[in-house]
């Protein structure tokens, strides 16, 4: 069977006992008195439609929260030889350092011994809270060793622009291990979703994701990440990627007048983000059509960008087909193997 | 379009720092003296046409890292007025790699007026004096 690498699926943590063995006891004891039951954030909130598709919506609890459950719904099903689990548990909304700490590290933990030591053919994120950065680059130091976690994970919504040089010990961990920056959607809710403020709907915070991720790139590139950090690869997971080519239009434009403003920045941002930046594949935001979709994907102007992604169990598409129409069968085909291959240095490793 | 001379103007009434928007054979041209050494642009940038006569003349900013801002070449780099494109005075070349398109360049050179009254040349209001030196632009 021909390689394919689902780079976005979502293991569930069911609930807070679940880390427990995986916390010192001080924590467990913290986290039953303090009543911290759940980590559940408005991200993702169990009855949103989005959240979960509906032919994968268990009668109770959480969806994905098994090895055995993932390799029967999603990898057997859509045919995957290797998936990146990116746990989307709300530990980045606590403020205590200490406890984004220990639920982070419990993460991780949980993540290796429940999924990763059960099915050889899952690899994960290794998740980090951005509340301390030395600690973020403990744990990311922690986890690297073992070569099954491939990837560093954020959210996009974070307190402060990520391109802000107080997050660069993290980018320089990421380079010295071969891991990728993943942002995913969602946010830290250290700021309002929109760059309007608080919104009324959820339907605005899934839909002002995509700003975010638009300013996340905006702040990467200007701040002189990609100068700095020439061999780091960003993903953005579940970002969509239809508004990339007006962005880079856009970013372009004004970089013409603005250059002096930072001169370090020696590439155009589609050059950046030809070398740099991948998308995970869902959702697609494109048009239904297929002559359009591949007018799109020229603008796209890389067929190495994309990154085949299920975004298991959330309700991206109905079915067993992950791509749109307008995506030929060469295109797929780096989609599915060679983009994550050549984006994720550590898959090679474990490929079958 | 043959090439001819254009005397400018004496070399004693165009100072250092300064610059002259001269109009040759209908189009604009921008000439600019830079610590003694005179250039020449076509008065159009090559973004959207605005007078670069009108804009800063400002240095060039460069960086070896993120944080870093090395300043050269103070009064050699013309910002265009409409939308602050940066073009290299001496060869009209912008410095943003998104940027291909250049301003165009003319030869400038000081002659003396003993050379230059052999002619041809092209001079309507400026009388030449063999004694004295004269900017001259080809256009
Ligand atoms: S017209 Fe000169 S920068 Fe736009």
């Known amino acids: 069977m021909p390689i394919q690498i689902d780079c976005d699926i979502h293991p569930a943590v069911p609930n807070c006992a679940a880390l427990f063995p995986y916390m010192s006891e001080h924590w467990r004891e913290m986290s039953v008195l303090r009543g911290i039951e759940d980590l559940q954030s408005i991200n993702y909130p169990d009855s949103v439609p989005l959240t979960v598709r509906s032919d994968w919506r268990p009668k109770s609890g959480r969806p994905a929260t098994s090895a055995e459950t993932i390799a029967h719904e999603c990898l057997e099903p859509f045919g995957s030889s290797l998936a990146i689990c990116n746990c989307l548990f709300g530990v980045q909304t606590l403020f205590s350092e200490d406890l984004a700490y220990t639920y982070v590290t419990a993460v991780n933990d949980w993540m290796r011994t429940e999924f990763l030591d059960r099915d050889p053919r899952l690899r994960a994120s290794i998740v980090i809270s951005l509340e301390n950065i030395e600690m973020a680059v403990d744990e990311i130091n922690r986890c690297a060793a073992d070569r099954r976690f491939v990837q560093i994970l954020v959210l996009a919504g974070t307190a402060r622009p990520l391109g802000r040089r107080n997050f660069w010990p993290i980018y320089e961990a990421a380079v010295k291990h071969g891991l990728p920056l993943g942002i995913h959607a969602g946010s830290e809710l250290r700021n309002p979703p929109t760059a309007l403020g608080w919104p009324s709907y959820y339907l605005e915070d899934y839909v002002a994701d995509a700003q975010a991720f638009q300013y996340q790139l905006t702040s990467l590139f200007t701040e002189g990440v990609f100068n700095k950090f020439p061999t780091l690869k960003v993903v953005m997971l579940e970002s969509g990627w239809t508004w990339l080519p007006a962005l880079l239009w856009r970013i372009t434009k004004y970089w013409g007048g603005l250059r002096m403003e930072i001169p370090w920045a020696d590439r155009s941002p589609a050059e950046v983000v030809r070398d740099q930046v991948r998308f995970s594949l869902q959702p697609v935001d494109g048009p239904a059509d297929a002559d359009q979709m591949k007018r799109l994907l020229e603008h796209i102007g890389s067929d190495q960008l994309l990154l085949f992604s299920t975004d298991y169990p959330h309700a991206q598409f109905e079915g067993s087909e992950v791509f749109p129409a307008g995506f030929d069968e060469s295109l797929k085909g780096i989609i599915r193997a060679d983009a994550p291959l050549a984006t994720y240095p550590r898959l090679a490793e474990g490929t079958p | ?139």
């Not at chain 2, 004693?12 to 300064?18: E, K, N, Q, V």
């Not at chain 2, 159009?44 to 993120?66: D, K, M, W, Y």
């Not at chain 2, 998104?98 to 360049?105: E, F, K, S, V």
């Open chain 2, 1 to 139: 379009m043959s090439v001819a001379k254009y005397v400018i103007a004496a070399t004693a009434d165009f100072p250092a720092g300064t610059r002259r928007l001269v109009e040759v054979d209908g189009r604009a041209i921008v000439v600019f003296n830079v610590r003694g050494e005179y250039f020449a642009l076509l008065n159009r940038c090559p973004h959207n046409g605005g007078s670069l006569a009108e804009g800063v003349v400002t240095g060039l900013v460069q960086s070896a890292a993120p944080g870093a801002y090395q300043y050269t070449r103070q009064g050699e780099i013309i910002r265009c007025p409409w939308h602050g494109w940066e073009f290299d005075i001496k060869t009209g070349k912008s410095f943003c790699s998104a940027i291909r398109a250049r301003a165009r360049p003319f030869p400038v050179h000081v002659e003396d007026g003993g050379a230059l009254v052999e002619g041809p040349y092209r001079a309507e209001t400026i009388p030449v004096h063999i004694e004295d030196a004269y900017v001259v632009l080809e256009a």
